[in-house]
């Protein structure tokens, strides 16, 4: 027996990972039962591992224990500092030779490593999932238990991971971090910014089977297969009239309502719908963006084009 594998004597019988104390083992089964015997007593959350409720403690007190020699900057987690002295050293410690990457801590690189190797090391026990990082597992556990540990601090809203929640409080910041190179747009949340992007490239993925029209969005696509079907499942209360869009109940129900959300600031008129509010800033701006391809008239509606477009077919 070699001196590593004596080192290494308790050893998981679900996913055959091994530890040299068996201190370590009885905290690592608890990813595969998911017990959490460690709970904060002042928000309530639960952490399978001392040291992980130790750590989360801090968040409470402020605590800052770990502090980078070098700029004084101080961290609640070891880890956390690990990280930040990469910014100094220039260097991740931990290199992946299959694709390059660079990984602040061994953990990380670990869990990197099965993406190459196909390893599924953490198995929900609820639904037999598997996944190969252990964040992923957690998050994954929380849909069974419905655990929203990550409130929003301006409105109380829960979520289930912390990136959820970051995201959220761009609603009330109004915070666009995503920025298009190409136009100057900017976006709340990178997926919106890579949905932009097709629109300067062309890339329209989502295609109907039926007539071939093509979309930016799958959203775009589901909206525009109810044409086919013929599929309305926007219903208003009132007079119930029904839509295939739910931004089309939208605008029927300022029908009733008599609202008029949209004001040009030039000549005070309103409207109750954006489209026949950006129609009428045209009358303003003299824009006319529908031109016909066979004599070159322009109109500043599509509609009107259209009607045009009858006296070449005739």
Avoid: W
């Avoid at 322009?298 to 084009?305: G, I, M, V």
């Amino acid at each position: 027996m070699s001196k590593l594998t004596e080192l290494k004597a308790f050893s998981c019988t679900i996913c055959e990972s091994s530890f040299s104390k068996k201190s370590n083992l009885n905290s690592h089964m608890r990813v595969h039962t998911g017990e959490k015997p460690f709970s904060c007593e002042i928000c309530g959350s639960s952490f399978s591992r001392k040291q992980h409720y130790m750590t989360h403690t801090r968040v409470h007190t402020g605590e800052k224990p770990f502090t980078c020699e070098i700029c004084n900057f101080s961290f609640s987690a070891k880890s956390s500092l690990k990280k930040h002295m990469c910014i100094h050293t220039g260097k991740n410690p931990f290199s992946c030779k299959t694709c390059g990457s660079e990984f602040p801590t061994k953990r990380s690189f670990k869990e990197h490593m099965r993406t190459h190797t196909g390893e599924e090391a953490f198995n929900c026990q609820l639904c037999e999932s598997s996944f190969c990082y252990k964040s992923s597992l957690i998050q994954h556990i929380r849909t069974h238990s419905g655990d929203k540990p990550f409130p929003c601090e301006i409105c109380g809203v829960s979520f289930s991971q912390k990136s959820h929640v970051n995201r959220h409080k761009r609603t009330h910041t109004g915070e666009k971090p995503f920025s298009c190179g190409i136009c100057a747009s900017s976006f709340s949340e990178k997926s919106s910014l890579t949905i932009h992007m097709r629109i300067h490239d062309g890339d329209r993925p989502f295609i109907c089977g039926i007539c071939e029209s093509s979309f930016y969005h799958e959203s775009n696509l589901t909206k525009h297969m109810r044409v086919h079907t013929g599929e309305k499942p926007f219903s208003c209360g009132t007079c119930g009239s029904s839509f295939s869009q739910k931004s089309h109940l939208n605008d029927h129900m300022r029908v009733h309502t008599g609202e008029k959300p949209f004001s040009c600031e030039i000549c005070g008129s309103s409207f109750s719908r954006k489209q026949h509010f950006k129609n009428h800033m045209r009358l303003h701006t003299g824009e006319k963006p529908f031109s016909c391809e066979t004599c070159g008239t322009s109109f500043s509606e599509k509609s009107n084009l259209t009607k045009h477009l009858r006296i070449h077919t005739k």
